[in-house]
Every structure is written in structure tokens, then in C-alpha cells.
């Protein structure tokens, strides 16, 4: 059984907005998200003082809803409450045992994780409550999504990294295809701690442009010096195609195809060769030509070895110079989040028939592959399909496609 898989809702949090057209009119004006933290300056062994934070507020949801949330928690649900009302879902089919849900995050909520720590360093259990596991544990967007809108099919949580929405979205996506489901909610979610900036600054991949924080990330840039760390939540409503035409849904795009592996060789280090074969067999999964794959959203985390090793990639892979750029210098690398806020945003950017250019990219770096990097006011294209690739700490490589539709 191979059905067809749509996207029929979609929402993000992040550092751009939350409504689209406030989005799409930061992404015209080229609004880099990144902000010198003050709050850093204490970490004297920390080189970064860098992130791109997001404005979020949780809506006044019932406390009992939400007691076992901390703000990762809460930026999926209240991203998934609005995706879900986006695509039209009513209760009775979310509770109908016909839509799971399958979501990640890199880690739980660290302010609860500081409840544990304290019981060590200080002999007592003071700081544990009833929901302090419940908001630390890595699946918590997950279960809590599913208990707070009653679902009661499917669950799969990835806490993949930096592929943990993406990967959370292809299994979404097989679990429909091969008819386990009608309705997935599939996305991602991080929020910042300073302990993130701090993971990959010890790894000296992190930006340190700290008086010029505008100037900064710079993927693919010959003077990019690191990454920076954001946040957010993004969700996507996947549907199998007839269900979504029978409740005359808005389709937004379809899933053409989906590919993940390992490289199997370093934790940390990316590996070209698999990255490659992931998008080739994603674009196998469509059953389409390279050639016909009109734009590539990057990972494009603006360390070199990534950079460099993503470009050859996406370069042998698809076998010419594709236009492509990264929203990661517009809001930092949101982990968890990434790929559910780059897929959805590269949904939309589709459907808008113009795609944001790479800001801050001035001097391409000519150890990176030849291809068609997108600067200026952007670029209008009439996209039938695009690609979204994301690669994690672990060599987790995932690369989906989706095709426009006319919907």
C-alpha cells in the first residue's frame, strides 16, 4: 500500500513571527534574529554571547493542560494548536484513533533538569515536584501534545538532534503512506538554554562575532565563524490525500519523498558520501529526476566542515548548481525545531513563488560546491518541487521533498 501524503496545515514559532505574512515581510526586509544575550556575559569561559530568542507568550490554556509543560513543551503545543485549526481538524477526528502524532526535540525542559541536579549536590528532594519528569523527559512535546488534544493513535517521538522535527515529519509521513494513518501531527521544538550555546561552543563551532551580532550566522560565507542558537516550534498537519479531499481540505503541498541514514563513522563530524546517498534517496522515494528538484532549503549551519560537506552533497547529488539558501541566518539553528520550521516556511515560500535570499552572504567560500547560492532581494521561481535537508550531531541525515500544489 503506498497512498499519497499531503500537507493540509502547517504553523511555526519563531524569532521571524508566527503569522506568515509578518514572516514573509522579515524575510523581505532581511531580519537577522540575532542578539547579543547579556545574560551570557557571566559565562567567562564561554566565547559565544550570542542567540535568537523568540517572543513567545503561552495562551491562557487551562493549568491542568498544561502543569506538565515547561516552554519547550509549550511552544510545540500552542504551534500545534495552531496548525491544527489551520488545516480544519475537528475533535472528533482527532480523536478518533485515526491521527497520531510524532514529534521531537533535542532534550526536555532544563529548568526542570536543575530540580534533579539539586537533589545531588544538596541531599534533598526539595526541588522535585509531581510534573518535574513530565517536563524534563526528551519525549515531552510528544506526550503532551497527544494527552492535551485527546489522540489517541499513533505516537512517535524523535529526539534526533538537529533532525528531530525532520525525521519526526518522515515518519509521519510513512506511518500515512503505508497506512498505519489517515492524520499525523508531525514537528519539532526547542527552546534556549544557555547550556545549547555552550554544547557546541566547547566544540569551537559557535559564533563569536559578538559586537556585530547582525553579521552573523553567515553560512557559506568565506568569513562565516560559527553557528548561532535559536528556538521555536514548527508543526505540520500530514493527511492521506483522499481523507483530505473527502473533508475538503486545503492542501498545501504533498510529500513526494523522504530519505534518512547514518554515516556511521564520527559523532560530529559531517560525513559528505551519506549525506549524499540521503538525498538520493529521497528523490528515489519521489520516483523523480534530480533535475527536477527547483530549490534546496539548506541546513546551512555556518560551520566550515558543515558547510562545506552539506554543498558537495546537495551538489553531487542533484547533479547541477541549485538554487538554494538557509533561513539559519535569519534565526539562528533552532535544533529540534529546524526542520519543521525550514519545511514549513519552504511550504509557504512555494506557494508564494519566491524564496528568501542567504543573508549576510557576501563572500561565497570557494571550498564549498558550486551552486546556485541565493543572495540579493531573493528569488522568484515557479517551484514544482523543493527540497529540505537536515543533518544532526550522531550523522543523522534526512532530506524530504515536496511537491506544489495547485489546491
Known amino acids: 500500500m503506498n497512498r499519497r501524503v499531503v500537507v493540509t496545515g502547517g504553523s511555526c514559532v519563531s524569532a521571524l513571527g508566527q503569522d506568515w505574512q509578518e514572516i514573509l515581510a522579515n524575510l523581505k526586509n532581511k531580519k537577522n534574529c540575532t542578539v547579543r544575550m547579556e545574560q551570557y556575559e557571566k559565562y567567562s569561559q564561554m566565547n559565544t554571547k550570542l542567540a535568537a530568542p523568540v517572543n513567545f507568550t503561552a495562551p491562557d490554556y487551562p493549568r491542568q ?3 506538565g509543560m515547561g516552554r519547550v513543551a509549550l511552544m510545540a ?47 534533598k528532594c ?17 506526550v503532551n501534545i497527544g494527552v492535551f488534544f485527546g489522540l489517541t493513535g499513533r505516537m512517535i517521538t524523535t529526539n534526533t538532534a538537529c533532525t528531530s522535527g ?21 514537528g519539532g521544538a526547542d527552546e534556549l538554554s544557555v547550556t545549547s550555546p555552550a554544547v557546541f561552543d566547547v566544540l569551537f ?5 559578538n559586537d556585530t551580532p547582525h553579521l ?18 514548527g508543526t505540520l498537519i500530514l493527511e492521506e490525500y483522499e481523507h483530505a479531499m473527502a473533508r475538503g481540505a486545503k492542501i498545501y503541498a504533498e510529500i513526494a519523498g523522504f530519505g534518512t541514514n547514518t554515516d556511521g563513522i564520527h559523532i560530529t563530524q559531517p560525513n559528505r558520501d551519506t549525506m549524499q546517498i540521503a538525498l538520493e534517496l529521497a528523490i528515489k522515494d519521489a520516483k523523480i ?12 549551519t555556518a560551520t566550515d566542515r558543515g558547510d562545506i560537506a552539506e554543498s558537495f552533497a546537495t551538489f553531487n547529488a542533484l547533479k547541477r548548481s541549485v538554487p538554494v539558501s538557509t533561513l539559519k541566518n535569519y534565526i539562528g539553528h533552532t535544533l529540534g525545531a529546524c526542520g519543521a520550521i525550514e519545511a514549513w516556511l519552504s511550504i509557504l515560500m512555494m506557494r508564494e513563488g519566491w524564496f528568501a535570499p542567504n543573508i549576510n552572504l557576501e563572500n561565497i567560500d570557494p571550498e564549498c560546491a558550486n551552486l546556485d547560492y ?18 544532526a550531531f550522531g550523522g543523522i541525515n534526512t532530506s524530504l521533498i515536496f511537491k506544489r500544489s495547485e489546491n
Open 374 to 391: 541565493i543572495q540579493g532581494e531573493g528569488r522568484e521561481i515557479n517551484a514544482k518541487y523543493i527540497m529540505s535537508n537536515n543533518f
Open 216 to 233: 552573523t550566522p553567515r553560512a557559506f560565507d568565506k568569513s562565516r565563524d560559527g553557528l548561532v542558537v535559536g528556538e521555536g516550534a
Open 289 to 300: 529526476s534530480p533535475s527536477e528538484i527547483d530549490y534546496v532549503n539548506a541546513h546551512g
Open 126 to 142: 526539595e526541588g522535585i515536584s509531581a510534573t518535574t519528569y513530565i517536563r524534563s523527559m526528551p519525549q515531552t512535546c510528544a
Open 205 to 209: 563551532a559557535t559564533s563569536t562575532k
Open 77 to 123: 503545543t500552542y504551534s500545534a494548536d495552531c496548525a491544527i485549526k489551520c488545516a480544519g481538524l475537528k475533535e472528533e477526528i482527532l480523536n478518533s484513533g485515526n491521527c497520531g502524532v510524532s514529534y521531537g526535540s533535542s532534550m526536555g525542559n532544563v529548568d526542570a533538569l536543575l530540580g534533579f541536579f539539586s537533589m545531588l549536590t544538596s541531599d
Open 166 to 186: 525532520s525525521m519526526s515529519i518522515g515518519y509521519a509521513y510513512e506511518a500515512i503512506k503505508y497506512g498505519q494513518q489517515d492524520i499525523m501531527i508531525a
Open 65 to 67: 493542560k498544561i502543569r
